[in-house]
């Protein structure tokens, strides 16, 4: 079984300050991974994702994120953070085994400051 | 295209009580999911149909909830009897195909259960 663990619950920051919501995972078995957003009152939404391939993603927003196997983890980044980034961000694992079932970590609130 | 819907936005029940909750998902997603998610947790899969078929269920306390996709379109959860713990924001989901990696899940705004 796989499991995510997100270490940091909230990040405050300033605007145009970089940002680093850490994410780690466990699994015996190859995994896909993915950083899902969550802005106030809205609906989860896919902010991008490792499925084989270069190790570095990046979104159309500026955010990347590395794939580092022998660290098992998907370190989200973001070198100058706007208002509008100030969300719930979510990492997520799945080995795509049958089911495609994602396993969830608890999420990390960031929250960017004028 | 329009996105997942849910209804109800909100509902506030008395433990014991019974709920059920309403999705559409895109037009054309073939997979649909619900997902749980506990105030300070990350969403947990409660159960997948592929069509009207369910492909898993395992997370699903089948005691109390069930879940049904007819037509293989709209589906419905329910919670008979609710306890105070089913407190949480329920997700429904959608993708176009099941297992192909680059057919993202989206996800609707969720039903916000509280019960007292």
């Known amino acids: 079984a796989q499991s995510v663990t997100q270490l940091d619950s909230q990040v405050p920051v300033f605007e145009e300050a970089p940002v680093e919501l850490r994410c780690n995972y466990s699994?015996?078995?190859?995994?896909?991974l993915f950083w899902y957003v969550q802005y106030p009152n809205q609906g989860l939404q896919l902010l991008l994702k490792?499925?084989?391939?270069?190790?570095l993603v990046e979104s159309i927003n500026g955010f990347e994120a590395e794939f580092n196997k022998s660290q098992t983890s998907f370190h989200l980044r973001k070198p100058s953070v706007h208002i509008s980034d100030t969300a719930e961000y979510f990492c997520?694992?799945?080995?795509?085994?049958?089911?495609?079932?994602?396993?969830f970590g608890k999420g990390t609130k960031l929250t960017v400051n004028p | 295209e329009a996105g997942v819907a849910q209804s109800p936005r909100y509902k506030i029940i008395e433990k014991r009580q019974s709920v059920a909750f309403w999705c559409n998902p895109i037009?054309?997603?073939?997979?649909l999911y619900w997902y749980q998610q506990i105030l300070g947790q990350g969403p947990k899969l409660l159960i997948q149909?592929?069509?009207?078929?369910?492909?898993?269920d395992s997370q699903l306390p089948k005691d109390r909830f069930s879940a049904e996709r007819l037509k293989g379109v709209d589906s419905t959860l329910k919670i008979q009897p609710a306890k105070l713990e089913d407190s949480a924001v329920y997700l429904c989901?959608?993708?176009?195909?099941?297992?192909?990696?680059?057919?993202?899940?989206?996800f609707g705004n969720g039903t916000r259960l509280t019960v007292t």
């Open positions: 149909f592929q069509n009207n078929g369910v492909v898993d």
């Open positions: 037009s054309g997603h073939a997979t």
């Open positions: 490792y499925l084989s391939g270069s190790t």
């Open positions: 989901a959608s993708s176009r195909v099941a297992g192909n990696l680059n057919s993202p899940l989206h």
């Open positions: 699994s015996s078995v190859s995994v896909y």
């Open positions: 997520a694992v799945s080995d795509f085994s049958g089911s495609e079932k994602l396993v």
